[in-house]
Nanobody, 121 residues
Framework: QVQLVESGGGLVQAGGSLRLSCAAS????????MGWYRQTPGKQRELVAL???????NYADSVKGRFTISRDNAKNTVHLQMNSLKPEDTAVYYC???????????????WGQGTQVTLSS
């Protein structure tokens, strides 16, 4: 089994910064893409940022230039540096990873439990 554990959420003033981290653990053979999604009440979960094992990144238009995703393949971790935060960034942020477990031929999507990010104006 594989677990994703997020950390780093909290309450921050508009214009401030937060750094989210996610660590994958368990029976991991390899991880392809890792990413961050967010969700607000009544809305669908949306992609915030994605990073491949090779370091290629993709961002939602709403966060380009403000957020930076990075990963440490040796530690199976992914981070999201969030700068110039806006009230509309308030959401629960979820870590996501495509994981191939030891002894498996397939990649399966795993999700973290979510971490709340709240912006105060």
């Amino acid at each position: 089994q594989v677990q994703l554990v997020e950390s780093g959420g909290g309450l921050v003033q508009a214009g401030g910064s937060l750094r989210l981290s996610c660590a994958a653990s368990g029976s991991i053979f390899s991880i392809s893409a890792m990413g961050w999604y967010r969700q607000t009440p009544g809305k669908q979960r949306e992609l915030v940022a994605l990073i491949t094992s090779g370091g290629h990144t993709n961002y939602a238009d709403s966060v380009k230039g403000r957020f930076t995703i990075s990963r440490d393949n040796a530690k199976n971790t992914v981070h999201l540096q969030m700068n110039s935060l806006k009230p509309e960034d308030t959401a629960v942020y979820y870590c996501n990873a495509q994981v191939r477990s030891s002894g498996s031929e397939y990649y399966i999507t795993y999700w973290g439990q979510g971490t709340q990010v709240t912006l105060s104006s």
